[in-house]
């Protein structure tokens, strides 16, 4: 059985910064590319970043990109999505999801077929 389980979301003021863990267990976690999906109340999906199995590719969305830092342990099954500067717009649920790292860096909801069951990140301003 698959387990993705997120952490370390939590409540944090405009220009602070927050480290959110994934770790995961039932697959063979350098074999799956890991991706962060967010999720803002009435908005739909959206990627943030991804990084392949080796860890070797990541990939941003816009707002992402020099603020946020994925990264994975393969020896700890964990993957991390380091957040810096944070905004009140970036108030959502972040997921984490895996797939298959043969398909490459997925950067939509869509491509991803495992998922953890979210948490919350609240940005004050």
């Known amino acids: 059985q698959v387990q993705l389980v997120e952490s370390g979301g939590g409540l944090v003021q405009a220009g602070g910064s927050l480290k959110l863990s994934c770790t995961t267990s039932?697959?063979?976690?350098?074999?799956?590319?890991m991706g962060w999906i967010r999720q803002a109340p009435g908005k739909e999906r959206e990627f943030v970043a991804a990084?392949?199995?080796?860890?070797?590719?990541?990939r941003y969305k816009d707002f992402a990109e020099g603020r946020f830092t994925v990264s994975r342990d393969n020896a700890k099954n964990t993957a991390y999505l380091e957040m810096g500067n944070l905004r009140p717009e970036d108030t959502a649920v972040y997921y984490c999801?895996?797939?298959?790292?043969?398909?490459?860096?997925?950067?939509?909801?869509?491509?991803?077929?495992?998922w953890g069951q979210g948490t919350q990140v609240t940005v004050a301003s």
């Open positions: 999801a895996a797939h298959d790292t043969a398909i490459g860096v997925g950067t939509h909801s869509r491509e991803y077929d495992y």
């Open positions: 039932g697959l063979t976690f350098s074999s799956y590319t």
């Open positions: 990084i392949r199995g080796d860890g070797r590719t990541t």
